[in-house]
């Protein structure tokens, strides 16, 4: 039997490969489905936002701006539990053109997120977005 940590880090990775298919897809109720409501996100620009109002703001203008038609792939670094309901992500994002049309936006950047668990499943409470290590802007 599967013990409750490898479903729980199962969870987790559920979770952020639904976060990447939303951003890909453009679902914005999608993507601010994996945060709680009082969410602290701090995006790569040091730019902090508190809660689902100011999330939805951000990624919307963000995604019908100049990561319009952009892909996100994340790979999982690292998944350490803090405590049975506390966890912490360490992983790296890679956001590109999907289509591959211009102009062209390729950015990595490491981030670093806190999970909680809700009931049966996790939510982000806090993501830390690091300095691209590549961008559209070099």
Not at 22 to 29: F, L
Not at 35 to 60: F, H, K, M, N
Not at 112 to 131: F, K, P, T, Y
């Amino acid at each position: 039997m599967e013990s409750r940590r490898a479903r729980d880090e199962a969870i987790i990775r559920s979770l952020e490969a639904a976060y990447d298919a939303a951003w890909t897809a453009g679902e914005h109720d999608a993507m601010l489905a994996v945060y709680t409501d009082d969410a602290v996100a701090i995006d790569p620009a040091g730019v902090r936002l508190e809660g689902r109002q100011a999330l939805r703001q951000w990624l919307s203008t963000f995604l019908k701006g100049i990561a319009r038609g952009t892909s996100r792939r994340t790979a999982i670094q690292a998944i350490r539990f803090i405590t049975p309901d506390v966890a912490v992500l360490d992983g790296e994002a890679a956001i590109a053109r999907a289509d591959g049309a211009e102009p062209r936006f390729d950015m990595t950047h490491q981030f670093s997120a806190v999970l909680i668990r809700r009931g049966h499943g996790w939510l982000i409470a806090h993501v830390r977005a690091g300095i691209p290590s590549s961008h559209p802007f070099e």
